[in-house]
């Protein structure tokens, strides 16, 4: 069975349409101004612009009376919060993926405290304007995060590494593991929606796992099978 977002009342929607549209100006005006400081203000501002959108993402789903949307924000900060775990991966022990160093507070001096929050974004624009369906989701998110990963290099936010196959600077194998990303979280966000917080919290912890297997096994595939039969 599947779950999808709760329609809200055409007026409802219209009112509080604007609202988000403001919240999400807000973020990529405050990014453009957080990345354009030098070294270590830029990490700090960073971190602040990202921990304020979804501050003020939830508050505004709160004041528009979009329950469903709330709490898809409350579930994506807790998934964007577990997915430190597959970045810390990739960056200390399979060695594909760099984050530079611009300042502000970073886990085991090797990810971005800000990452924590980082993820909010384009999950919250997937998924909700997937209107909770797994595969339209898993779709977005693609689009979404095709795009980052395109940008991020150029804005010093992070960076592929290693030995992998690229394209336009991006590493292949982390696209149709970001694309399996949109379509795990919409599905949990369905399976948990209205749960006890120890069953979010683990949901939450499910999905960042079940991505950390997906790069694993696409950057396997992608970037280090021979693909040969030998006798």
Known sequence: MT???????ARASRAGLAPLVAVHAGLFA???????LDAP???WGVLLVVVGYVVALAAVCRATGRAD???????LALVSLFQLLPDWVLADLVGTLRFPDTGGPRVDDVIP??????????????VALAGGRPGRAALLAGLVFLGAEVL???LGLWEPAGETHRVLGVALYVLPAEVALGWATATAFAAVRGRPLPARVAAALAVATFYLGALVLCHFLIDV???RLVA
Request: aromatic share 10%.
């Open 225 to 227: 099978a021979g693909w």
């Open 113 to 126: 405290l800000a990452m924590a929050a980082m993820w909010v974004a384009p999950l919250f624009l997937a």
């Open 41 to 43: 203000a830029q990490g």
């Open 69 to 75: 949307l709330l709490a898809l924000t409350g579930f």
């Open 152 to 154: 991020a290099p150029s």
């Open 3 to 9: 779950t999808t977002l709760a329609p809200a009342p």
């Open 30 to 36: 405050g990014g453009a101004v957080a990345l354009s």
